[in-house]
């Protein structure tokens, strides 16, 4: 009786990622008389070989641009994208965990939730209020594998203006006397035009129907129509500028 060993050997380049894939089925063969092949006999069997990963993937972004756009007034906590890395390794060394790189203004308004299975969820972390217009924020996805493995991508967010504010009507006296020049300026606390554009409107109250004074649309200057009587001394006239402000115009004296 003679017993004896085989080795197998790796006789090439192992790659669990690669084509050949993740496991290997050998047929192992014992043969007897290696001098007259006639006379053999011979037994076989079968064993199976699992590669075990290592971490040599990183994760990866999808290869499209990532942009989204949000209203400036999204609410905090709220998502505004979602993103899905893949990652080519197994277990510890494909499951991934999202960060914002903090490298520019914009990232302090962002933050991003690992909600499992590879997906982050970028939410809104403090009020966009103040935004409006294109900034990025880099993305990163890191898998947890010895040594990490990271990836970063950029996230385009355009924050849309949104009319929040009507136009502020500033610097006007309660009462003036006709033939003063009156003008009406106003602001718009909004971020972009139209929204902080306007113009403005005047509609007499009192008495009604009376078509003696009108204002610029764009200047907001008060002009008169009219020649007003100086004998109606007792007549007094409220105008109404976008719906705000009263201005009570005394003519006469
Ligand atoms: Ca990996
Ligand atoms: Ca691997
Ligand atoms: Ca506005």
Redesign the pocket.
Known sequence: MLSGAGVIFVSNQLDREGPQGQSFMLTIVAMDNPEDTKLVRMNRTTITIQLIDINDNPPMFPNHLLETRTPRDTAVNNTIFTVIVTDADANENADVTFSIANETNASNYFDILNIGNNEGRVIVSQSLLDLAGLYNITLIASDHGTPKFSSNKTLHIEILDV?????EIGNVPGKVKVFEILTINAT???KSSP??K?HFSMSVIQPKNNTNFGINKNTGEVFVNANLSVANISIYESIKVESERLVVIQYGN
């Open positions: 009319n929040l504010n009507a136009p718009d606390n909004d929204n902080n306007y």
